[in-house]
């Protein structure tokens, strides 16, 4: 298994709070990408980095951010939590630039906005 | 509007069978296709891919069909074992651009012993 941990697993916070989610890997994969799964969408790329300090927005950014100051930290932050950001978010590495296009995804986090 | 569907939310399959999960996309730009398994509580891990210059793909029991003037993929699992009971997500991917890639809303899969 790939070594990408996820923390925290779970966390139930409030509307208007910030919220970070990290994501750890020992890889040393040069992208990594943030996902949001729900019933009926599939995942869908909330933001990516191919490497430290550059990232961009993916399909549904609004509401996010994230930052990466080192190779193996990617983390997501909810500046100011809603509903509509309840979620299981996951986590992903790949290395294309090995040829290696399949991502391997972290154990994920369950976000509940209340 | 969705690039990669995935038609059937779930799919009932006898032990021993074969499954058919069938997957269904748009963009002509893709190129690179995947599928992903994934049990509850457990992020996706990677299942099988196949490259747009081939038709075919096979490792062990999973085997990958692409028709690309269908615009259809398709993952066969013979024989179906109960452990297979998942979700599988259909992805589809531009080599190029590291960033596009779509995934499906996924088919539940039951293997029934």
């Known amino acids: 298994d790939a070594g990408i941990t996820q923390s925290p697993r779970h966390k139930v916070t409030e509307t208007g709070t910030p919220v970070t989610l990290r994501c750890h890997q020992t890889?040393?994969?040069?992208?990594m990408y943030w996902y949001r799964q729900d019933p009926g969408h599939g995942l869908r790329l909330i933001h990516y980095s191919y490497g430290v300090k550059d990232t961009d927005k993916g399909e549904v950014s609004d509401g996010y951010s994230v930052s990466r100051s080192k190779t193996e930290d990617f983390l997501l932050t909810l500046e100011s939590a809603t509903s509509s950001q309840t979620s299981v978010y996951f986590c992903?590495?790949?290395?294309?630039?090995?040829?290696?296009?399949?991502?391997?995804f972290g154990p994920g986090t369950r976000l509940t906005v209340t | 509007d969705q690039q990669v569907k995935q038609n059937s939310p779930s799919l009932s399959v006898q032990e021993g069978r074969i499954s058919i999960l069938n997957c269904d996309y748009t963009n002509s730009m893709f190129d690179y296709f995947l599928w992903y398994k994934k049990y509850p509580a457990e992020g996706p891990t990677f299942l099988i891919s196949i490259s747009s210059i081939k038709d075919k793909n096979e490792d062990g029991r999973f085997t990958v069909f692409l028709n690309k003037s269908a615009k259809h993929l398709s993952l066969h699992i013979v024989p179906s074992q109960p452990g297979d009971s998942a979700v599988y997500f259909c992805?589809?991917?531009?080599?190029?651009?590291?960033?596009?890639?779509?995934f499906g809303p996924g088919t539940s899969l039951s293997v029934i012993p």
């Open positions: 890889e040393n994969h040069r992208y």
């Open positions: 992903a590495i790949s290395e294309p630039g090995q040829g290696i296009y399949e991502q391997y």
């Open positions: 992805a589809a991917s531009v080599r190029t651009s590291y960033d596009k890639v779509i």
